[in-house]
Each structure stands twice: as C-alpha cells, then as structure tokens.
C-alpha cells in the first residue's frame, strides 16, 4: 500500500506492505540507517524515532500507522550547520563508545526534553529506559543536564535577540 | 616498487625484529609495512600471554606487505587499523600514538578497520584488552620511520641538508621554506629506507596521555551507517536461519511449502543444522519463516539447569591445580570455607550478529562486525573451498563487541546462501537467536577454604573453581592448546590467589558443557574474584581487622604487590572508605589484577525497599601510561555499569533443554536507574608503557557491592546475581 507522510521535514511517500514495522520500512526501504535494531519487541530501545515529536519504540509500529503523521530519525535532528543541543551534549560528554545504542538515546532524550525541560535525576531514571551494554549511563546522565544546559542558554539567547 | 628494510630498530630496544617496506602507487601515496614477531611456539605464547601478564605482541601475518600508514595526495593520513573498533576507544588511541610520532594533526587522520585485502590483519583478533598495548611500539615506530623518510625525500625537493628540516603538523619545514608531507612524497620513484629512527621522547608528546576527543565521536551521535548490520551490496537479498532450540537436537524433516507462497519471493536454502529463508525484505523472510513446519529430533538428554549444576561442579572434570605455594592443609584442621556460584551470563551486544556476502566467480566479500578478521577469512574459504586469497573480509565498527564476535560463523552462513542464490545476501541474528545461540560465559562453581594464622591474617587459602570452556574450544585457542596448558587459560583469569599467603592453592575444574561457552569481556575474572574477594573480606570480618589493612598486610613488597597496594590505598582514600554500616549503607571494598593492571574498587550501596542500589562507585585503576585517560576512564565506567549488571541481574538458564530467557527485559540488565549516579575514576601509572585497560576494572565490581551488602544485612551473599531474597 502507499503510505504518505513527513519524513525529517519533508513529504515522503512508500509503497510497502503496512503491517511491517515502521524500523524496516526507515532502515531498508528508505535507507536511513541511524535507527538501529535491538530487540524487535521494545524492549532496548535502539530504535528510538520521534512520531509527531514523541517518542516512540518503531518496531513494534507498523508503517501504515504513520499515514499523514510526521517522523523524525536520528538524521533528522540537527540543522544543516550545527547538531542538536542533546548531539552536542554527547559530544561535549564523550558519551559513545561502541556507538549502537546511541541514536536511540538521542532520540529519548531529545523527546523528554520538550516535555521536561530540566529532569532531574530521578525523572531521568524514570523515562530513559534504553539498554546500553557498554555502560555509557553515568556520562549519558551528566550530558542530559548539559543538554538542558544548552536548551536554556539557547532559549534566552533567543529571547534576549528578541528584546534588542 | 618495493624496498625492504631488515635492520633492526635501534632505539628504543625492541624484542621484535620489525622490518618495513614502503611501496608508492597506490593511487595514493604510501608507507607499507610490516611488522613480524618472533617466538618459537606461538600458540603457547599466546596461550600463557593471555594467563598471565605478558602482552601478546602485535601478531602480524606472516611477510605479505601489510598497508598500515597512507598519506593521500590532500595531504590527509588515512590509518589501516589491525585492531576493530568496539566502542573500546582503540581508534582513538592509535591515531594519538601516530599522529605524536609523524608530526599530524589529529583531525585529519581518518582510522579505518583494515580489510583482509589490504594485508593488515591480526592474528589474534581483538579482544583481552591488548589493542593499544600490543601496538604503542611498532606503531611508533612506523610513524618514526615514515617521518624520516619524508624528510629525505624533503630535502632532496628543497635541496636542503636533512638536518636542518623538521616537521611541525604534517609539513616539513625548512629556514623560510615549508611543503607538505603530500609534497613531499609526491612522484617519488625511488624509495630509500632509513634505520628505524630515534623515537619521540615523552615530553614532546601532544596527543599520547592527553583527553583526546574520539576519533568516531561525530559518526556515533548522528547515526552514521558505521555497523556491519547497516551494510548493503546492490541487489542483496535478506535471509533469517532456522535453527534448534533444544540443546542437541538438528533438523528431522522440514515442509517449506506454505512458506514459500508467502510475500516477498522466498527461497529456501537447508543445510544439516540450519535452514536459511531468504526473502526480498527482512521482515517478509520473518513472516515467511513462521509458516515454515519443521521437527527437530529429541536429543538423548533434555537438559535441566539441576543437571548442568551437578555436572559443573568442584570435583568433577579436567582437574588442574594452576596456584601451590606452601603446604596443604592437614586433614582435620580446621579451616572455614564458602561456597559461589555464577551463572551462565549473555553477551548482550546490542547490534546482533551477521554479515553480508557476496560470492561470486570464485571470490568472496564478507562485510561484517567482528573481532577475528582473519579468522573469518579462513573459515569463509574453507567453507567455499576457496583459496583465502579469493576472500576479501571488510570489518566494520562493531556494536558490541565484549568476546561475542570471536565466534562469528555467520560470515560463513551467508556465504553459503549467496554462493547458492547467485545473489548478495544480509543474514542476520533475531534477539531470541541472539540469547539461544549465544556463546556464553560459562557458569561456575567455587569452593574456597582458609585458616587464620597466629598473626590474624590468612596461614592458608584453596580456591577451588569450576568452570565450562573459555579459551578451550574457541577458534581463537584451538583444542590443542588444552593439551599444550593443560588447563583453560581463559577461566583461570583472576583464578589464583594474589595475596602472599604462605600455603596457598588454586585448582582448576574444567568441563566443556553441552552449549557453546567462550569468552565474555574479562574471561573468569569476574566470576574468579567475585568469590576470592567475598572471602577474603570475610576473613577479615573474622580476624576483625579492617579490610584495607587486612588485604595491604597480606600483599607481596615486590613491584606487583606494590602496585596492588597503591590502588588499594589510593581507593580507601579518595572514597574517605568507612568500614561501619550507616543506616542502610555501606561500602564495600574488592581488588584484583588481570593482565598486569591492578585495579581496586570501593561500592557504596544502600538498601531501600529489599532493592540493591549501588549508590557511587570510586576506583583506582593502575594501567601504566594512559594514553588516553578520558577514554580509560570511560571503560572503567563501562565496565563498573555491566559489572553492576553482571552482578545484580543478569543469568541465564536451561529449561527443558532450552536457553532461556530469549530477549531483553526478561534477560534482566542494567538501566539507566540502576548505574550509580557517580563514578570516580582515578588512574596510576605504576609503569610506563600503556597495559591493558577494558576488562581489569570488570573484576573488583561484584565483591565490593557484596561486601558492602554484608555490612549492612550481616548476610554473605555468595551466588550470582545477588538478590535479597
Ligand atoms: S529494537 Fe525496538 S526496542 Fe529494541
Ligand atoms: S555505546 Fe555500546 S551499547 Fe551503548
């Protein structure tokens, strides 16, 4: 079936069968390979995509389910200059090692920040609930506050433009 | 054309004879090199390399040129790495160690994991923390030389006497004149080798002991197809594998039809043990491998996690006695003794195993995750009776790694079904394959026993310890080498007793179990000191000395003992250690040393609900010469969160002669609300070339929560994972 929506700001249409999980139809039919496959049962949350800016685990979602909805992946965050706030938390925090899980962190972080602008640690352990087998956990904790950090510098920045 | 170079290094002196050759037209320009080893025996070197402290050398393949360091013509170096990278920071690292040595800016060296076609393959694969260890020298010294050389060729270009040219970041630089390294080496015909020359001291360091920021970093936080399951050949087809549940039962009979009229153009492709659905799309070879009916014949022993404990256990198997200094306890002495367990324990990586192939007209290409590049090019070629040569293996960045991709035989799968279809095929594992196929850590079983002297501290320790395979069996350490040892040098890691006990034993028991167990990031350490350092911190309790001061008493006034006790000491004192309960918490103290690091933990843990919660984590971590400390420390947290992991969640077990539990959430892990909310990380360096760094800080985690619980609860916990019942 042909499926039309948004896809990291641009309209998108796919002809797939609308049963298969969404992370499919991103990863190999669209071919954007940031979102990544864990467990298939959302479970780890390596597949992490943002539907209409929440959060959500995409393979257990199926493709017809985004008809007119707008999907953001991991390639869809940042601008063209500059990464986003939480991209350059982790960066500032050298969170990554092997790099697997990250995206999907990303991805749920970027999410609980729109909705919480400034967790705190317990509000943290509560809504990031994705599996890192390195054990990024405790630099992925101090670069969520830092990219709260940021968030808020960024908005009064912006506000104090605005006064001028 | 190709030069060799067989002088020997002169400085700093070297156990290897290294010899290089340089070789131009590459379309980019190039130094080629290779490094060769010299021990008689390699297996046995490698077998006792990896038992001990020594550091089995960077184990080059044989004399075929070998691409390591390339200057392209922008006047960018492009790193061939023979080490993956698996999160471990090895890339990072090498291009500090070459980019100090040559004279480079570090943001334009690109570090890329080396194909099999490109010559630069270890033997050894990646894994037992040795990367950055076993490469700091030959590395310098590659650089070193190829400086030299583009110096020579600089000044013939500039017509400058060699000795008033020196490199400032990727230039040669002359009174009032500078050209590039690229120009320098540009149109080069005739090469002319220079003695391996004097190495940097140091203190000109720039980048080697310095918080470097990650060479990946940008590619991991924007999803860049970095992984071998983000991999693609044009007009690859996708494939999923049927294979058995039951320990030892194969395939009995099998009716495709109905799966074959499924979406997607399914093929079939059935060997003895596995049959491969093949379809256009993953998730069509998913659906159409549900409808596939298949019976799978009854093995003679439906397995049963009672069974596997009494067939593992102390007293049964292989006995090897790998520790004996002193006397044995007489009969009747009276001795107090504990017992431990651990259980069978997953990998967990979060990218699954796979692996794309492509063969056709005789050759092979084999895109994958994995820590044995050059092994995986033997098995593939055996597999397709091919010469090796036809085979060219290309590593990507691995999702994990952690022993899991020393076994990695889907290269070998894929192979088989692209060979067959004509086509390039992805084939990769699902989760429940994943937990079911797993080459696990295998459970153990430890019965220690000891006695107190006169003076309060231990007369005598006995560790006995069971074990299933660790390096016995894998294809990294061939069966042979049980024969060469004796015993399984991968469970014996942490195995013996470090303290200077004047009767002291340890004693292997060594089984193969009837599932695949191998290696999972630091071997038996974690299972090892678990029990040695719960006991030796009850001894303490015993003697009522303090734990610090009981361990300190006990170790050696040597150059090991020493550093031993500098981590100890330097932990109880950046975590201001208090051996009292406070309320319900409490620290709790543990040591070991793998690989020639020691390592020291404190935990401090408090009990809140009947939950185990380890609140902070200090450790002191002495790896000799750090070369990159940010890193270090970030695998030692590493290591301390899937220690805690390890230790307070994770096991495995068999029912009804299956693995279970088969995905995530039901296999039990560390979230983020479960990681302590500080990790203090402090680093010695008792020695100064780099040690090993990735799994020695895996061992102390376990004993120090359950010395911390003791304190509070007045209960020894002494199975893993520790549960409150
Ligand atoms: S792959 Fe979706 S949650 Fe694991
Ligand atoms: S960085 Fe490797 S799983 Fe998170």
Redesign the pocket.
């Known amino acids: 079936m042909k499926i039309s929506f948004k896809l990291n700001g641009n309209d998108k249409t796919i002809d797939i069968d609308g049963s298969t999980p969404l992370l499919w139809a991103i990863r190999d039919k669209i071919g954007l390979k940031g979102t990544k496959f864990g467990c298939g049962i959302a479970q780890c949350g390596a597949c992490t995509i943002h539907i209409d800016g929440v959060a959500v685990r995409s393979c257990i979602y199926p493709t017809e389910m985004i008809e007119g909805k707008s999907v953001t992946t991991i390639e869809g965050i940042s601008g063209e200059e500059n990464l986003h706030p939480v991209q350059q938390a982790w960066v500032e925090e050298v969170v990554?090692?092997?790099?697997?899980?990250?995206s999907g962190f990303i991805m749920a972080t970027a999410a609980l920040l729109k909705e919480n602008p400034n967790p705190t640690d317990d509000e943290i352990d509560e809504s990031i609930r994705n599996i890192?087998?390195?054990g990024?956990y405790t630099r992925m904790r101090k670069a969520i506050h830092r990219a709260a950090e940021i968030n808020l510098k960024q908005a009064e920045d912006i506000e104090n433009d605005q006064r001028k | 054309m190709t030069k060799e170079n067989k002088e020997t290094s002169n400085q700093p002196k070297s156990k290897s004879r290294r010899r290089f050759i340089v070789q131009s037209g590459l379309g980019t320009l190039g130094i080629l090199a290779i490094g060769t080893i010299v021990f008689r025996n390699p297996l046995r070197r490698m077998s006792y390399g990896v038992a001990e402290t020594l550091i089995p050398p960077y184990a080059g393949k044989g004399n075929k040129a070998n691409l390591w360091l390339e200057i392209t013509k922008e006047n960018n170096l492009v790193i061939h790495s023979s080490k993956v990278e698996m999160?471990q920071g090895t890339f990072t690292g090498i291009a500090q160690i070459v980019a100090d040595e040559l004279d480079f800016d570090i943001t334009k060296i690109k570090v890329i994991a080396a194909s099999t076609d490109s010559g630069v393959t270890d033997l050894l694969g990646t894994g037992g923390s040795f990367s950055i260890a076993s490469l700091f020298t030959p590395l310098r010294e590659m650089a070193a030389t190829m400086r030299e050389l583009i110096k020579q060729e600089a000044a013939k270009k500039l017509n400058i006497d060699i000795t008033k040219l020196y490199t400032s970041n990727g230039t040669i630089v002359a009174d009032d004149q500078s050209i590039t390294f690229a120009e320098a080496l540009n149109d080069v015909k005739e090469w002319k080798l220079p003695k391996t020359p004097v190495l940097r001291p140091t203190k000109d360091y720039k980048y080697i002991g310095k918080p470097i920021q990650r060479v990946d970093i940008n590619e991991k936080v924007t999803g860049a197809p970095i992984f071998g399951i983000d991999a693609e050949i044009e007009d690859m087809l996708y494939a999923t594998v049927l294979r058995p549940e039951i320990i030892g039962s194969t395939i009995e009979s099998v009716n495709t039809s109905a799966a074959e009229n499924m979406p997607g153009n399914i093929r079939i492709v059935k060997r003895k043990n596995w049959l491969g659905v093949i379809a256009d799309s993953f998730a069509e070879a998913l659906a159409a491998k549900n409808e596939i009916e298949i019976n799978w014949t009854t093995p003679d022993k439906i397995w049963t996690e009672d069974d596997l404990r009494e067939y593992l256990q102390v007293g049964n198997g292989n006995k090897m006695i790998t520790q004996k200094v002193g006397s044995q306890l007489k009969e009747n002495e009276e001795e107090f003794s504990l017992e431990f367990t651990s259980p069978i324990g997953a990998h967990a990586q979060?990218e699954p195993n796979g692996a794309v192939a492509d063969v056709k007209d005789g050759k092979a290409t084999i895109i994958i995750s994995t820590q044995v590049v050059f092994i995986t090019q033997r098995q593939v070629a055996k597999a397709l009776n091919i010469s090796s040569k036809n085979v060219n293996v290309i590593p990507t960045f691995l999702?994990?790694g952690f022993g899991r991709r020393l076994n990695t035989n889907h290269a070998v799968i894929a192979a088989k079904m692209s060979e067959e279809l004509g086509r390039p095929v992805k084939y990769f594992f699902t989760r429940k394959e994943e937990f079911q196929n797993d080459t696990f850590r295998p459970p153990t079983h430890h019965i220690i026993k000891g006695k107190l002297g006169e003076n309060n501290l231990l007369e005598y320790m006995e560790h006995h310890y069971a074990s299933g395979d660790v390096a016995v069996n894998s294809a990294l350490m061939p069966g042979i080498t049980n024969t060469l040892m004796g015993t399984d040098v991968g469970a014996m890691r942490g195995g013996n007793i470090m303290y200077n006990i004047p009767n002291r034993r340890a004693v292997q028991w060594h089984r193969t179990l009837p599932f695949a167990t191998s290696w999972w990031r630091s071997l038996g350490l974690l299972a090892n000191t678990f029990a040695l350092e719960s006991f030796i911190d009850e001894m303490s309790i015993k003697a009522g000395i303090h734990p610090g001061q009981f361990r300190l008493n006990m170790l050696e006034d040597d150059s090991k003992g020493n550093r031993i006790k500098n981590v100890i000491k330097e932990v109880l004192k950046i975590s201001n250690f208090n051996d009292k309960t406070n309320g319900n918490s409490a620290m709790g103290l543990a040591a070991s040393i793998d690989t020639g690091s020691p390592c020291a933990h404190v935990a401090e843990v408090s009990i809140k609900e009947n939950r185990i919660k380890v609140d902070k984590v200090f450790c002191v971590l002495d790896c000799g010469l750090a070369v990159n400390p940010d890193q270090v420390k970030a695998q030692c947290e590493g290591s301390i969160n899937m220690g805690i992991s390890a230790s307070l969640f994770e096991k495995m077990t068999i029912k009804n002669g299956a693995i279970f539990p088969e995905n995530f959430g039901a296999y039990q892990m560390a979230l983020m609300k479960d990681s302590p909310k500080v990790i203090e990380v402090k680093l010695l360096q008792g020695v100064d070339d780099p040690l090993p760094v990735g799994e020695p800080p895996l061992g102390p985690i376990g004993a120090a929560i359950g010395n911390a619980i003791r304190r509070i609860t007045g209960k020894r916990l002494t199975d893993l994972p520790m549960k409150l019942s």
């Open positions: 990554p090692q092997c790099g697997y899980c990250q890192c087998r390195c990024t | 999160g979060i999702g994990g």
